[in-house]
């Protein structure tokens, strides 16, 4: 459980969405760019719901059996070892699937059971039937940007859940986030915030991801704690962005008259 409130600012009444859909024991599907809130804004709702928060981090290799569980060897025998999709299922946990669409195509498949009105998990190896305890809740969340038409939830998933779309926040509200995260000057916070508009509104510049408000946030401690402004955005913002040397520079050269 998280004991202490995460920093979170309300956009779009999703925490009344989030509520309800806890209520209803509807899924919800979080969907926005990189860097967005979407993981905060989760671990805020389970502080605000006094309940546990089991988070998986998906990749490529990610599979169903990462997630129900495995038999492993301890001692002279072979015991169950319960996974944390499984795990969650009992217990009544929120359980957080980040960016599901980099999973294996069989872990939709085994949450599939979890996403409607049985709200059931098989766990085919034990030969076993699981009822979700009554608090247990999923969520996931994906990229939709993110190497489109190669990594994508279908249709027939998609409408298992209830859905939101993150976006970055307007100027004020972003501001407000480096301040209260960081304690940066609010004057430095603008400038961080007027320099991520601009980039993200360069499309010419063909960047796979733009500025999210994690690398803000980043570039926005390092400020604070004394590195110089330049550098600290540098190595926070353009750097992560590109390994392209000419792009490099042109993002560089644009902090600097910004800066």
Not at 42 to 47: G, I, L, N, S
Not at 73 to 96: H, Q, R, S
């Amino acid at each position: 459980m998280i004991l202490t409130a995460p920093y979170y600012h309300e956009t779009q009444k999703e925490s009344e969405v989030f509520s309800h859909a806890f209520q209803n024991k509807i899924p919800m599907l979080l969907k926005g760019p990189t860097g967005t809130g979407k993981s905060r804004f989760v671990e805020y709702m389970a502080h605000a719901l006094e309940k546990k928060l089991i988070t998986i981090s998906c990749h490529e290799e990610t599979s169903s059996t990462d997630l129900i569980g495995r038999f492993i060897i301890k001692g002279a025998e072979t015991v169950w070892l319960d996974g944390p999709l499984t795990t969650a299922v009992k217990e009544g946990a929120i359980l957080y699937l980040d960016e599901v669409a980099e999973a294996r195509p069989d872990v939709i498949v085994a949450i599939h059971s979890l996403t409607d009105h049985r709200r059931e998990l098989f766990i085919d190896k034990l030969g076993e039937t699981v009822k979700a305890q009554e608090d247990f809740m999923l969520i996931a969340s994906f990229n939709p940007g993110y190497q489109r038409g190669f990594k994508e939830l279908k249709p027939s998933t998609r409408q298992r859940f209830i859905a939101l779309t993150f976006d970055y926040p307007e100027a004020k509200i972003e501001t407000e986030i480096l301040v209260n995260e960081t304690a940066v000057d609010s004057d430095i916070a603008k400038k961080l915030v007027a320099i991520a508009a601009k980039i993200r509104n360069l499309t010419e510049l063909g960047l796979t991801e733009t500025v999210s408000t994690r690398l803000l946030v980043d570039a926005a401690k390092l400020i604070h704690t004394g590195l110089p402004k330049r550098l600290s955005v540098h190595v926070a913002i353009v750097e992560p962005l590109t390994d392209d040397p000419q792009t490099i520079q042109s993002l560089k050269d644009l902090v600097g008259l910004m800066i």
